[in-house]
């Protein structure tokens, strides 16, 4: 899931990407190919010799793509035979427990990744920490909700996910445990993993449970995302889905049901994000009950776990590693409600104002009504690009109609002259083209502005004749992309 995330955002850039995967589940690969992906199935896991084969067939393939690994198997041997072969390589891990890495970029998303020794060469980057966790497009179509804003008036919905599979079978002792401290009236819902062997008996003490619950699989789950916004409070394990809950503002109560948990679940439990109950052979249904009770009676424990969620995940990690990725020096985000007073400003600056066809200073009144409507118009996409440090240097608006996007950019202030602008550009229009526009670009720039029109050319648009603007002569630019 985390490698379909970060192909996501891959793709948003105008690339395109393989999957290659021991993938079990027609509908996990159905889903794989719906967002667009190659599929290419293995048919024996490494280190059965098969794997390492069919994945250099496939680069070959590739000339120059990236490689990325995600899986504990990934050893020093294979990921020598990748470099020896000409492919840059990204090795997504948890626990820096290869003796030798020789990667290119390493990502560990974890919280304490920094507590980690990589054997591995000083050439190599190291992307660590939760600015790089990487959720998938569903979860960033549901804005976090203000973090001084709770907005919980009472926590009726659980929901229950215990990872992939559970063979201990921790989730039937997290249900009894949830419908003993759930008020009348609450729901629960379990998330039951596609390698879970207990499906059966959860549906069974489902059906004899006082609470209304519901047992789902994972598999079944076309977006999680959406589930995830019903819930009010969570049991979980100490996997990828605590990323996912933070993001959401969901707070939540954490086991370890596998060694690779435990410091996931403790510095979550040190941040103040989640309520951990430690391993799952010490954990009772009482003891999970106990906790869940208290966590629904506690309205400012909530608001503080919510607020530590949004510290910690802005879900942009995967925008930031397709950059790197990429070797760009920027990547896009939506823009939000509380951008409104940093683009006013950059708005209002004198050589803003001076290559704007309206030179008129903006009062914020205006400007914050004007923004609002952007933000709420399905016709207009408005981006904020950011450095690798995270610094803002610009935005972009796409305004379309009758299938052309007008393009309106400006660079922040203090970033001019250091050539973002026509980068911004290029990688915004792939980006609107892979989300779904079949537009053509058309920008208009004052002929005074030489900068502004060196930058449209070099993102490849092309001189298109001259309008008039509010009364004043522009040169027409367009640029005909097809979707990648």
Not at 216 to 235: E, K, N, R, W, Y
Not at 260 to 265: A, R, Y
Not at 304 to 333: F, I, K, N, P
Not at 378 to 388: S, W
């Amino acid at each position: 899931m985390r490698c379909l995330a970060l192909a996501q955002a891959w793709m948003d850039r105008g690339g395109k990407a393989t999957l290659i995967s021991a993938c079990e589940g027609t509908d996990l690969r159905e889903r794989i190919l719906s967002e667009g992906l190659e599929l290419i199935v293995l048919n024996s896991r490494y280190p059965e010799p098969g794997d390492l084969e069919t994945s250099l067939d496939v680069l070959r393939e590739h000339a120059g793509s990236w490689m990325v690994l995600d899986g504990y198997d990934f050893d020093s041997t294979y990921q020598c035979r990748v470099r020896e072969v000409g492919h840059p390589l990204l090795v997504i891990d948890d626990s820096a427990h290869q003796e030798r890495y020789l990667a290119d970029m390493i990502l560990n998303q974890n919280l304490h990744a920094t507590r980690l020794v990589y054997g591995c060469s000083a050439e190599t980057r190291m992307l660590l920490g939760p600015r790089y966790i990487l959720l998938r497009r569903e979860f960033l179509e549901y804005p976090p909700a203000a973090a001084d804003d709770d907005g919980r008036e009472s926590l009726t919905n659980v929901l229950v996910s215990l990872g992939g599979g559970d063979p201990k079978n921790v989730t039937a002792r997290a249900l009894e445990g949830a419908w003993r401290a759930l008020p009348d009236g609450g729901e629960i819902t379990v998330v039951v993993g596609p390698s879970n062997p207990n499906c059966g008996d959860l549906e069974r003490v489902a059906r004899s449970a006082p609470s209304r619950v519901r047992v789902t699989t994972q598999h079944g789950i076309s977006d999680m995302a959406s589930l995830l916004a019903s819930a009010d409070v969570a049991v979980v394990a100490g996997g990828s889905t605590c990323w996912e809950m933070l993001y959401m503002g969901i707070p939540m109560i954490c086991i370890a049901i596998a060694e690779n948990q435990k410091q996931v679940v403790a510095s979550l439990v040190e941040q103040g994000a989640a309520i951990g109950l430690g391993w799952h052979e010490d954990v009772t249904s009482a003891c999970i009950g106990d906790a869940l009770g208290t966590l629904i009676g506690d309205g400012a424990e909530v608001q503080e776990m919510t607020q530590a969620g949004h510290r910690l995940v802005d879900g942009y990690g995967a925008a930031r590693v397709s950059s790197l990725l990429a070797g760009s020096r920027l990547w896009l985000r939506e823009a939000v409600h509380e951008d409104a007073k940093m683009l006013w400003t950059w708005a209002n600056d004198i050589a803003t104002r001076a290559a704007s066809f309206n030179t008129e200073q903006i009062s914020w009144s205006s400007h914050e009504i004007w923004f609002r409507k952007k933000l709420a118009n399905p016709e207009c996409r408005l981006f904020v690009a950011h450095d690798v440090e995270d610094h803002p240097v610009g935005q972009i608006r796409f305004d379309e109609r009758g299938g052309t996007a007008t393009v309106s950019v400006s660079v922040a202030p203090e970033r001019r002259g250091e050539g973002f602008c026509a980068e911004m550009i290029d990688t915004a229009c792939s980006r609107v083209l892979s989300n779904g526009w079949e537009s053509g670009f058309v920008a208009f720039v004052k002929p005074s502005n030489m900068r502004s029109l060196r930058a449209f050319s070099r993102a490849g648009f092309l001189r298109d004749g001259e309008e008039l603007i509010d009364g004043q002569e522009a040169c027409r630019l367009r640029l005909t992309k097809e979707r990648p």
